[in-house]
């Protein structure tokens, strides 16, 4: 009985394999199983030229390179629709092309390959290695995507150490720029590649596609306030998104986003480049996190006072609410977490001795801020906190003074309280 399915992946292989979602396929796999041959219909998306492809059954993989890679995806756009119980891929039909034909009545345009892709790559790694701390790492990472690839929107996430969450330490082209905000792992593209550990490139817009929406959802759902809530800068209707992961060997370092308005913006030739910077991008990470301090940290040493007057006029009001280590300043939310316990920290012993100098190892020792002994992204952490400040609170800065120190000033006074929420 012949029979006709929608596909929701068809996945170039090689030159004479294709893979195809198994998901459904009831009364059409039956078919396949029992004599193998099939017609698949692909629609090139930029010329709108149809394509039919006679093709073979070979087998079907659950498990391995293009069975993870394809579930990811799925798994990715899935998610947006709140169908990722249902929408799961069962397995990767692997077939062998046998002909390619052009349905008549449409012209496969002529093919426009892009140039650049090679040179600008080559430039961007040249200037990763010359970088010899993070903050620097991340702003010639974005700047290179921008210049030579012409990539407007991007961000740049790095793994909580609990392993369910990402949060944004950088971002280039939107109105707000999300610093501080999270993605758990398997939420949404970003989440999806964090946690499968593969690229996921997604070329045309998605249906009621809302970061924010969802973020916010999820908040709820887990019983947190929305007040301690930092949007995901995220475009609210992508056209075209591409995520890789930043990979040192089976560790995950961080996650790149590069998004666009217009559909089938990102092609195969650019998910293999940014997959060749990711690579370096990991390394180079991971090398400028192990020399951020230098061999030997005088932390039993006290620092140097250097605490200037600060100019008069009505105090900084800022609170802190140990249950999640989130701070408010004069009302309005700063920062939670790890980097909220930091600048808690710092701001008491400003007020209590009048310290402004700080070392990264110190923090490291103090149990009291919840750091891990492996793999705590302190100096991720360090410039969230910097970039916030300088969004929300200006009057309060952090300066990197040398390798593994930095400065607190402190232009207003200060009133600090300990804030205790309550639910009702």
Not at 15 to 24: C, P
Not at 167 to 188: D, L
Not at 199 to 223: C, K, M, N, W
């Amino acid at each position: 009985m012949p029979n006709v399915a929608k596909l929701s992946h068809v996945h170039y292989l090689d030159d004479e394999h294709v893979a195809l979602s198994y998901q459904f396929f009831n009364r059409t796999r039956e078919n396949i199983l029992h004599n193998g041959r099939a017609m698949v219909e692909v629609v090139d998306p930029i010329a709108a030229a149809h394509y039919n492809l006679k093709v073979e059954y070979v087998r079907t993989e659950t498990s391995g390179p293009t069975f993870e890679y394809m579930k990811a995806r799925i798994a990715a756009i899935a998610s947006h629709s709140g169908m990722s119980k249902v929408f799961r891929l069962l397995g990767a039909d692997i077939y062998r092309v046998l002909a390619v034909d052009v349905v008549p009545g449409y012209e496969p345009a002529p093919s426009q390959p892009r140039t650049g892709i090679l040179s600008g790559l080559r430039t961007t790694l040249a200037q990763l290695g010359a970088c010899s701390d993070l903050d620097r790492l991340l702003e010639v990472c974005l700047d290179g995507l921008e210049r030579h690839w012409k990539i407007d929107y991007a961000m740049l996430l790095v793994p909580d150490p609990d392993g369910k969450r990402l949060f944004t330490v950088e971002s280039r082209g939107y109105p707000q720029s999300g610093i501080g905000s999270e993605v758990r792992f398997g939420e949404g593209i970003v989440g999806v590649v964090a946690g499968e550990r593969t690229p996921i490139r997604i070329g045309y817009a998605l249906q009621e596609y809302r970061y924010s929406h969802a973020t916010r959802e999820r908040f709820v759902a887990d019983g947190d306030e929305l007040e301690t809530e930092i949007p995901f800068p995220g475009l609210a209707e992508a056209g075209s998104q591409l995520a890789v992961p930043f990979l040192l060997g089976d560790r995950l370092v961080g996650v790149l986003l590069v998004e666009s308005e217009q559909e089938q913006r990102f092609t195969f030739e650019d998910e293999d480049a940014l997959m060749i910077l990711a690579s370096q991008m990991a390394l180079c990470m991971n090398y400028v996190s192990c020399n951020a301090e230098p061999v030997t940290d005088p932390v039993g040493i006290a620092m140097p006072v250097h605490r200037p007057a600060p100019s008069p006029g009505v105090p900084l009001h800022v609170r802190h609410f140990a249950a999640d280590h989130s701070v408010f300043v004069d009302n309005d939310y700063l920062i939670k977490g790890v980097a909220g316990a930091i600048i808690w920290k710092l701001l008491r012993e400003y007020v209590d001795s009048g310290r402004t100098d700080f070392t990264n190892r110190e923090l490291r020792l103090d149990c009291a801020l919840g750091l891990p002994d492996v793999t705590d992204n302190l100096d991720a952490r360090l410039i969230l906190l910097q970039r916030r400040l300088s969004e929300r609170c200006p009057n309060i800065t952090i300066e990197k003074t040398g390798r593994g120190r930095f400065r607190l000033h402190v232009n207003q006074p200060l009133r600090l309280e300990v804030g205790v929420k309550s639910r009702e």
